[in-house]
């Protein structure tokens, strides 16, 4: 059965610092990593997808790695602001039959201050 | 462009009353469609999947059932809630070849 572990479960930082987000999951044999945002009491908004062939994602000030082997993903965010402020997910996906499962963690919350 | 719309964004119900909670999906034909809890304190759970009209796999046993009678219409429903069925729901569609997901707003459901 897949597990998601995220760490930390809640991190404060000044605005400005750059920072890292930790997900681990216990079976490599994964499809694809999706990285999710989730704004208080909203849905999710995804903001990076890894196959399972990448090493690393890019969006703006977003970097996301992969570690298949080791069942490690990283989410890089750059010179943090406080509109970053959010819950962030890491959730797996892996194929069954004609549909995909997503195994989520329990997320990491962001605080940015000024 | 596709969309995903859920409704309605907040409902507090009594326990014993029904349920029904309606997403539908826009821009898109045969979409995987999905339906989750996130409970206060824990992860997003999958409570249900569909891959077309009728079709339907519960992934935990539950009060909950669901039901596809659409192509983009995907409902959950109770006859009867409990209080443990309070949480947030969000419904998701898998995107292209059902690679990436991409969630409604959800429903804040609290039961009283």
Known sequence: KQ????IPAALSVPEGENLVLNCSFTDSAIYNLQWFRQDPG????????????QREQTSGRLNASLDKSSGRSTLYIAASQPGDSATYLCAVRNRTGTASKLTFGTGTRLQVTL | ????????????????????????????????????????GRGLQLLFYSVGIGQISSEVPQNLSASRPQDRQFILSSKKLLLSDSGFYLCAWGGWLDTEAFFGQGTRLTVV
Request: hydrophobic share 35%; with cysteine.
């Open chain 1, 42 to 53: 909203k849905g999710l908004t995804s903001l990076l997808l890894i196959q399972s062939s």
């Open chain 2, 1 to 40: 462009s596709q969309t995903i719309h859920q409704w309605p964004a907040t409902l507090v119900q009594p326990v014993g009353s029904p349920l029904s909670l309606e997403c539908t999906v826009e821009g898109t034909s045969n979409p995987n469609l999905y339906w989750y809890r996130q409970a206060a």
């Open chain 1, 3 to 6: 597990e998601v572990t995220q």
